[in-house]
C-alpha cells in the first residue's frame, strides 16, 4: 500500500458470507402456525430463509464468512488489527463474538469487539472501519454482521417467524488511494422508538426467569406496521444524504443494495430513488431477513453469482433500517 495516511480511501479487499444449511420453506411454517405461502409471498417477498444448526452460534456462521473474505482479500489472520462484529444474537453477552471468533481466527494481533445496531449494525460497522482507516488507526479490518435470530424467534408467533433468517457476511477493509472505496457513511438513531422492535428479557433490565420464559419474554417482539411507516422515509433521506455527502446524486447509484425486511420496503425505496428493478440487489425470497448480515450476504452473493456485472468505478449505494430506532448508508465505488 503506497497512499499516505493523510491523504487514502478505505476499500474493500474481500468479502465472504455463509448460510446454514437448514431451509424453513412457507410451505413448512404453514404446518407451524396459522399462514400461507401467499400470504407470506405477497405481504413481504419471501419464499424460505435459512436456520442454524443447534450447534452454529453466529461466531460460527461469521467464521465462514471472514474465512472467504480473507482468503479473497489474501490477508492472514494475524494480519488483522480488528475485527467489527455487527450483531443482535451474540454468542454469549459477553465476552463479545468478536472474542470468540478471534480466538477461532487466530487473529492474535486484532482488537475484537461487537457493535449493536440491529439492522444498521453492518453499515454502522463499515462506518467505523472507514474511519478507522482514514485516520491510520488501523490497516486491516474485519467487519462482520453475522446473525442466529431463529435463538430468538417464538415460532409459534406468526407475525414474526415467517420473516427472520440466520447468516452471515463478512468484509476486509484494507487503505486504497483517495477517491475509490467509502465514498461517505451515514448513521443515525431515534431511541423513542425502542419497543417498536426488541428482545425485552436477558438483559440487565430483564434477568430471565421461568415466568419471564413462559410469558415468552426472551423472543423478539415488533410492532410491524410502525417499523414500515418509517423504513422508507429513513432508508431513502439516508441514501440520498449520502450520495450528497459525497458530491453526487442518487442518480449517479449503479446498484442499491438495501437491507432485505420486506419487499414492498424494498420496492418503496426503489421507486422514490428512481432506481431500476436490475439496479437493485435482492435474495429476500430466499434468504429472509437476516438483521445485520443482509446486506453483505446480498453483496456478495451479487458479486459472486453475477460477476459480469460489476465493474471498476460502479457506485453501490448500502442503506440500511432496523431497530433502535437506526438508519444508515454506505456510499462504495469499486
Ligand atoms: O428488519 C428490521 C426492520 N423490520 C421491518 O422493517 C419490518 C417492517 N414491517 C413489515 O415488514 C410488515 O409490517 C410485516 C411483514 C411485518 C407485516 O405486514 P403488514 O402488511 O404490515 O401486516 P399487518 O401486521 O398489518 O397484518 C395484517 C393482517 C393481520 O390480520 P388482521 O388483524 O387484519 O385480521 C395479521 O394478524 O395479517 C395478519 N398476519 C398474518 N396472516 C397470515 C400477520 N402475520 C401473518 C402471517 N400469516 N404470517
Redesign the pocket.
Known amino acids: 500500500m503506497s497512499s499516505s495516511k493523510d491523504a487514502r480511501g478505505a476499500c474493500i479487499t474481500g468479502i465472504g458470507c455463509y448460510v446454514p444449511e437448514k431451509v424453513l420453506t412457507n410451505e413448512d411454517?404453514e404446518k407451524m402456525?396459522?399462514?400461507?405461502d401467499e400470504?407470506?409471498v405477497t405481504?413481504?417477498g419471501i419464499r424460505e430463509r435459512r436456520i442454524a444448526a443447534e450447534t452454529e452460534a453466529a461466531s460460527d456462521l461469521a467464521y465462514h464468512a471472514a474465512r472467504e473474505a480473507m482468503k479473497k482479500a489474501g490477508i492472514k489472520a494475524k494480519d488483522l488489527d480488528q475485527i467489527i462484529v455487527a450483531t443482535a444474537t451474540s454468542d454469549m453477552i459477553f465476552p463479545s463474538t468478536a472474542c470468540v471468533l478471534q480466538d477461532r481466527l487466530g487473529a492474535k494481533n486484532a482488537a475484537a469487539y461487537d457493535l449493536t445496531a440491529?439492522?444498521s449494525g453492518f453499515i454502522y460497522g463499515l462506518s467505523m472501519a472507514h474511519s478507522m482507516i482514514l485516520t491510520g488507526k488501523a490497516e486491516k479490518i474485519l467487519v462482520i454482521g453475522a446473525e442466529v435470530l431463529s435463538s430468538m424467534t417464538d415460532y409459534t408467533d406468526?407475525?414474526?417467524?415467517?420473516?427472520f433468517g440466520d447468516g452471515a457476511g463478512a468484509v476486509v477493509v484494507e487503505p486504497c488511494e483517495a477517491g475509490k472505496g467509502i465514498l461517505a457513511t451515514y448513521m443515525r438513531s431515534d431511541g423513542s422508538y425502542t419497543d417498536l422492535?426488541y428482545k425485552p428479557g436477558g438483559g440487565s433490565r430483564m434477568p430471565l426467569t421461568a415466568e419471564r420464559i413462559r410469558q415468552g419474554k426472551q423472543y423478539i417482539h415488533?410492532k410491524?406496521?410502525g417499523?414500515?411507516k418509517y423504513?422508507v422515509k429513513a432508508m431513502v433521506s439516508a441514501a440520498r444524504k449520502t450520495a450528497s455527502d459525497a458530491g453526487l446524486t442518487t442518480e449517479d447509484v449503479d446498484y442499491l443494495i438495501p437491507?432485505q425486511?420486506?419487499i414492498?420496503?424494498i420496492e418503496g425505496v426503489r421507486k422514490r430513488l428512481k432506481l431500476t428493478k436490475d439496479q437493485v440487489i435482492v435474495n429476500i425470497d430466499r434468504i429472509g431477513?437476516t438483521?445485520s448480515a443482509s446486506i453483505p450476504i446480498a453483496w456478495c452473493e451479487f458479486e459472486r453469482d453475477h460477476p459480469e456485472r460489476v465493474s471498476e468505478g460502479d457506485i453501490f449505494m448500502l442503506v440500511a433500517?432496523?431497530?433502535g430506532l437506526t438508519w444508515g448508508a454506505v456510499l462504495y465505488k469499486k
Open positions: 411454517l402456525v396459522d399462514t400461507s400470504w407470506i405481504r413481504t440491529a439492522c406468526r407475525t414474526t417467524c415467517v420473516l422492535l415488533m410491524g406496521d417499523l414500515f423504513a437491507h425486511a420486506n414492498r420496503i431477513n438483521s433500517f432496523g431497530g
